[in-house]
């Protein structure tokens, strides 16, 4: 019998993998060399090695991947957030504009007058 599940539970067994893979590569290294297993590189930092490897570019200095660095950083915080709010099935977005083309909105409509 199979266990289903969820696609982000999926997508962070496979990053733990992969991330474990290179963890496991690095601590037989440094054991080899009689020194402590190295502290694994955190999320965003795997993330901007990704990055870098898919789209490799001879612009990359310092102040650019500091910048990329940080919006991962904030793509990922707000990942979380938005992962973390509950959500039902009938839930669906507000309809901002009529149904009908016809039917013109005034502000005063609009903003609920």
Same mark, same amino acid.
């Given at each position: 019998?199979?266990?289903?599940?969820? *696609?982000?539970? #999926?997508?962070?067994? &496979? =990053?733990? !993998?992969?991330?474990?893979?290179?963890? /496991? !590569?690095?601590?037989? $290294?440094?054991?080899?060399?009689? +020194?402590?297993?190295?502290?694994?590189?955190? $999320?965003?930092?795997? /993330?901007?090695?990704? @990055? &870098? +490897? +898919? #789209?490799?570019?001879? *612009?990359?200095?310092?102040?650019? @991947?500091?910048?990329? %660095?940080?919006?991962?950083?904030?793509? %990922?915080?707000?990942? *979380? +957030? %938005?992962? =973390? #709010?509950? $959500?039902?099935?009938?839930?669906?977005?507000?309809? /901002? #504009?009529?149904?009908? =083309?016809?039917?013109? %909105?005034?502000?005063?409509?609009?903003?609920? *007058?």
């Amino acid at each position: 019998m199979t266990d289903n599940i969820d *696609r982000r539970e #999926f997508a962070r067994w &496979m =990053a733990c !993998g992969i991330a474990g893979a290179g963890v /496991v !590569g690095t601590a037989r $290294l440094t054991a080899a060399a009689d +020194e402590p297993p190295a502290k694994p590189p955190s $999320l965003p930092v795997l /993330v901007l090695a990704r @990055i &870098m +490897e +898919e #789209f490799p570019s001879e *612009r990359y200095d310092e102040m650019v @991947i500091e910048n990329i %660095l940080n919006d991962v950083r904030s793509d %990922l915080t707000r990942g *979380r +957030e %938005l992962s =973390a #709010f509950p $959500l039902k099935n009938g839930d669906e977005p507000a309809i /901002v #504009f009529p149904a009908d =083309a016809r039917t013109r %909105l005034s502000v005063r409509h609009a903003e609920g *007058r």
